[in-house]
């Protein structure tokens, strides 16, 4: 019903920078909120940021000051990773939560996720 599908990871140097995509795609009525949350190797997955449809924002505040996360109007979402530190590895995982047609009902809805490794 919902397919996430996420870009951008690799290898970067520790201060380096990364952009992430996600695109969206499906039978989506509306999107309440989107999201990017990663998990490092033996680490339960931990929220880095999301975006609600009115623009507000909320991180953790390990990246607070480092990562901005946006939307554009069609069913995309981005992360920018600036500053990036080797404690940055994980595998970043793209989130939406909205409603769906043609029922309207709601969506949790999660992608596979694209890998950020930071080299010290």
């Known amino acids: 019903q919902v397919q996430l599908v996420e870009s951008g990871g690799g290898l970067v140097q520790a201060g380096g920078s990364l952009r992430l995509s996600c695109a969206a795609s499906g039978n989506i009525f509306s999107i309440n909120a989107m999201g990017w949350y990663r998990q490092a190797p033996g680490k339960q997955r931990e929220l880095v940021a999301t975006i609600t449809s009115g623009g507000t924002t909320n991180y953790a505040d390990s990246v607070k000051g480092r990562f901005t996360i946006s939307r554009d109007n069609a069913k995309n979402a981005y992360l920018q990773m600036n500053s990036l530190k080797p404690e940055d590895t994980a595998v970043y995982h793209c989130?939406?939560?909205?409603?769906?047609?043609?029922?309207?009902?709601?969506?949790?809805?999660w992608g596979k996720g694209t890998l950020v490794t930071v080299s010290s």
């Open positions: 989130n939406l939560k909205g409603l769906l047609t043609p029922r309207y009902s709601s969506v949790d809805a």
